[in-house]
């Protein structure tokens, strides 16, 4: 009565490409998939999320206005990390720097930093890890 | 594949590890806080679909005194006075976290059962726990902070032998702020569970509605304490098997091994456990196939549809291979209860997610964003048969699955394919769908 009999043969490679009828590809036992940027991109991808950028202030860094940042929230921010974190309410990306008690957000283009006396005032949504940048 | 079947089907539970019930405080307002940290502190309110009722409020919204249920046209006078902010629900948005949080969860656990879009119940070893009851609260801590690290929305954790104590354990964790959302019941003295469960009425219980309650109020049943004393075998006699569990899981014996069909005003869950070990993802196919026919027909049966079909699949701890707690929630494109595309979204979100050599022991279908479905003309019905794309294989499908299950085991129901000519859901107040839709990605300054 079972339809899928344990002994069945598997079907052939899942995600291979399809099989040209007369001889089999050589390239056929090499094919393990293609690059899954999910995979290269994205450590855990319960804490990680996609955000896109709005403004200018961290082109030094690299990350420019419409640009796609990966935000990993597991990653515990260091000094130098570039952070999401919150401001007033609002998702801002920023340079983090950490020193004696409190820490500061920077941008990169030398305006003037976000002093933070108390790291009990910072809260840092999560550490961008990579920039999506169309050339 | 019965129901009978599936109640002898071996639980996952064994006896004497705890059992913890994580659930999320607020969970759809706590999700739209995540992208939009401007609501934190701020009392806000989630609508139901077309923005009827309230579905959900945050701490400061209840503390107003608005109920869950309120239609919003009687609060959206008072709005702006009170500083109130309304959310259409966004099931993508809570889809999506869902999924997130029940994965950090399930990393837990030596099994895990999503119980619904929020809560979950999840085994944690007792190897590990023989030693001392403080390594279990460290545990149900530590789960709390990883799921606010990684997804960013606060959870209550409560721990007990039973699931229905585990659920009692973790209402009082929600609403003690001292014990920072984690309650196991065996750090507290019997005589203070005795005392609290003394004062919470039968109906603050898993599984006791507000009938069964007045029937045991009859009896002098008043309180979780009264409960836990009376008679199993007369419960059993007088009510049912259900009420007799719930009486003995009050008592530390657990005998709610595996969910069942459950349904409520915000989900339908179809869930089981296999009689046999399924191991290949052509398996899990059929299961997901039949699962979420099941559940269409139920969501047809009740007049209903769904916007969000999450797929869940677990392994047994007893099995020997690798653990493995795969768990997806998927979006539906418009609100529906047509089994052909729910099967098809059944059999893709589960699809890619079982990890290779795992033997899974159960697995259920979830149906939520649950709305009326607005009885309507055949043109759905039309459109499903007409337009083929990945269509053929239906025939096939439903006949390996029925072989394989029996022919009981599927059917199309009659109502499944009912839609109207257009369907609009009226989502005023919606916020984007930041994690399913590149364009609508959230916004970070720079």
Same mark, same amino acid.
């Given at each position: 009565?079972?339809?899928?009999?344990?002994?069945? =043969?598997?079907?052939?490679?899942?995600?291979?490409?399809?099989?040209?009828? %007369?001889? =089999?590809?050589?390239?056929?036992?090499?094919?393990? %998939?293609?690059?899954?940027?999910?995979?290269?991109?994205?450590?855990?991808?319960?804490?990680?999320?996609?955000?896109?950028?709005?403004?200018?202030?961290?082109?030094?860094?690299?990350?420019?206005?419409?640009?796609?940042?990966?935000?990993? #929230?597991?990653?515990?921010?260091?000094? %130098?990390?570039?952070?999401?974190?919150?401001?007033?309410?609002?998702?801002?990306?920023?340079?983090? #720097?950490?020193?004696?008690?409190?820490?500061?957000?920077?941008?990169?283009?030398?305006?003037?930093?976000?002093?933070?006396?108390?790291?009990?005032?910072?809260?840092?949504?999560?550490?961008?890890?990579?920039?999506?940048? #169309?050339? | 594949?019965?129901?009978?079947?599936?109640? @002898?089907?071996?639980?996952?539970?064994?006896?004497?590890?705890?059992?913890?019930?994580?659930?999320?405080?607020?969970?759809?307002?706590?999700?739209?806080?995540?992208?939009?940290? +401007?609501?934190?502190?701020? $009392?806000?309110? &989630?609508?139901?679909?077309?923005?009827?009722?309230?579905?959900?409020?945050?701490?400061?919204?209840?503390?107003?005194?608005?109920?869950?249920?309120?239609?919003?046209?009687?609060?959206?006078?008072?709005?702006?006075?009170?500083?109130?902010?309304?959310?259409?629900?966004?099931?993508?948005?809570? *889809?999506?976290?869902?999924?997130?949080?029940?994965?950090?969860?399930?990393?837990?656990? $030596?099994?895990?059962?999503?119980?619904?879009?929020?809560? /979950?119940?999840?085994?944690?070893?007792?190897?590990?726990?023989?030693?001392?009851?403080?390594?279990?609260?460290?545990?149900?801590?530590?789960?709390?902070?990883?799921?606010?690290?990684?997804?960013?929305?606060?959870?209550?954790?409560?721990?007990?032998?039973?699931?229905?104590?585990?659920?009692?354990?973790?209402?009082?964790?929600?609403?003690?702020?001292?014990?920072?959302?984690?309650?196991?019941?065996?750090?507290?003295?019997?005589?203070?569970?005795?005392?609290?469960?003394?004062? &919470?009425?039968?109906?603050?219980?898993? *599984?006791?509605?507000?009938?069964?309650?007045?029937?045991? !109020? $009859?009896l002098g049943i008043e309180s979780i304490a009264d409960l836990r004393a009376a008679d199993p075998l007369a419960i059993r006699k007088r009510f049912s098997v259900v009420l007799q569990r719930t009486?003995?899981?009050?008592?530390?014996?657990?005998?709610?091994?595996?969910?069942?069909?459950?349904?409520?005003?915000?989900?339908? &869950?179809?869930?089981? /456990?296999?009689?046999?070990?399924?191991?290949?993802?052509?398996?899990?196919?059929?299961?997901?196939?039949?699962?979420?026919?099941?559940?269409?027909?139920?969501?047809?049966?009740?007049?209903?549809?769904?916007?969000?079909?999450?797929?869940?699949?677990?392994?047994?701890?007893? +099995?020997?291979?690798?653990? +493995?707690?795969?768990?997806?929630?998927?979006?539906?494109?418009?609100?529906? !209860? @047509?089994?052909?595309?729910?099967?098809?979204? $059944?059999?893709?979100?589960?699809?890619?997610?079982?990890?290779?050599?795992?033997?899974?022991?159960?697995?259920?279908?979830?149906? +939520?964003?649950?709305?009326?479905?607005?009885?309507?003309?055949?043109?759905?019905?039309?459109?499903v048969f007409a337009t083929g794309d990945g269509d053929r294989n239906v025939g096939d499908l439903l006949g390996n699955v029925r072989a394989k299950f029996g022919e009981a085991a599927i059917g199309? *129901?009659?109502?499944?394919?009912?839609?109207?000519?257009?369907?609009?859901?009226?989502?005023?107040?919606?916020?984007?769908?930041?994690?399913?839709?590149?364009?609508?990605?959230?916004?970070?300054?720079?």
């Amino acid at each position: 009565m079972d339809p899928a009999p344990r002994s069945a =043969p598997e079907p052939d490679g899942g995600g291979a490409p399809a099989e040209a009828s %007369g001889f =089999p590809s050589p390239a056929r036992d090499y094919f393990n %998939g293609g690059i899954d940027l999910n995979r290269h991109l994205i450590r855990d991808r319960t804490c990680t999320f996609i955000m896109r950028v709005a403004g200018n202030a961290m082109a030094a860094a690299g990350i420019a206005d419409g640009d796609e940042l990966i935000v990993d #929230r597991s990653l515990v921010p260091r000094d %130098g990390s570039v952070v999401v974190a919150v401001l007033d309410g609002e998702l801002v990306v920023r340079r983090l #720097r950490l020193g004696g008690r409190g820490a500061s957000l920077e941008t990169d283009d030398g305006a003037r930093p976000t002093e933070l006396t108390e790291l009990a005032d910072l809260t840092v949504w999560g550490v961008a890890t990579r920039c999506l940048h #169309r050339v | 594949m019965s129901d009978a079947g599936a109640a @002898d089907a071996p639980g996952p539970v064994p006896p004497g590890a705890p059992i913890a019930l994580v659930d999320v405080n607020n969970f759809y307002v706590s999700c739209e806080r995540v992208f939009d940290p +401007s609501l934190e502190g701020r $009392a806000v309110v &989630v609508l139901s679909n077309n923005d009827g009722c309230v579905v959900a409020r945050s701490a400061e919204a209840k503390a107003l005194g608005i109920t869950t249920g309120t239609p919003w046209f009687q609060v959206a006078p008072s709005a702006d006075r009170w500083g109130l902010v309304a959310r259409s629900s966004n099931y993508e948005l809570y *889809g999506d976290l869902s999924a997130r949080v029940m994965e950090v969860i399930g990393r837990f656990g $030596a099994w895990q059962e999503v119980y619904s879009i929020d809560e /979950s119940f999840l085994g944690l070893a007792p190897g590990e726990f023989r030693r001392a009851e403080a390594r279990v609260v460290e545990v149900a801590a530590t789960i709390r902070e990883a799921v606010a690290r990684h997804v960013g929305v606060p959870v209550c954790v409560g721990v007990a032998p039973t699931k229905t104590l585990a659920k009692f354990a973790n209402h009082i964790a929600k609403r003690n702020a001292g014990m920072r959302g984690v309650c196991s019941l065996g750090s507290m003295p019997d005589a203070e569970v005795r005392r609290i469960q003394s004062r &919470v009425p039968v109906t603050g219980l898993w *599984g006791v509605g507000a009938r069964t309650g007045a029937r045991l !109020n $009859a009896l002098g049943i008043e309180s979780i304490a009264d409960l836990r004393a009376a008679d199993p075998l007369a419960i059993r006699k007088r009510f049912s098997v259900v009420l007799q569990r719930t009486v003995l899981e009050l008592n530390g014996v657990p005998c709610i091994p595996q969910a069942d069909e459950r349904a409520d005003k915000q989900q339908i &869950v179809f869930s089981r /456990s296999f009689s046999a070990p399924v191991t290949r993802a052509e398996e899990m196919d059929q299961v997901m196939a039949v699962y979420a026919q099941r559940g269409a027909a139920r969501l047809a049966a009740q007049g209903q549809r769904a916007s969000v079909l999450t797929v869940t699949a677990g392994t047994s701890r007893f +099995s020997g291979g690798a653990a +493995s707690f795969p768990s997806a929630s998927v979006p539906l494109p418009e609100p529906t !209860n @047509d089994p052909i595309r729910l099967t098809k979204a $059944a059999v893709a979100a589960m699809r890619g997610r079982l990890e290779p050599g795992a033997a899974y022991l159960r697995a259920g279908v979830m149906f +939520s964003g649950l709305s009326r479905d607005v009885a309507g003309g055949g043109q759905e019905l039309l459109d499903v048969f007409a337009t083929g794309d990945g269509d053929r294989n239906v025939g096939d499908l439903l006949g390996n699955v029925r072989a394989k299950f029996g022919e009981a085991a599927i059917g199309l *129901g009659q109502g499944g394919l009912a839609a109207p000519a257009s369907w609009s859901m009226k989502r005023e107040f919606s916020s984007p769908k930041y994690t399913t839709e590149w364009a609508e990605l959230p916004v970070v300054r720079a």
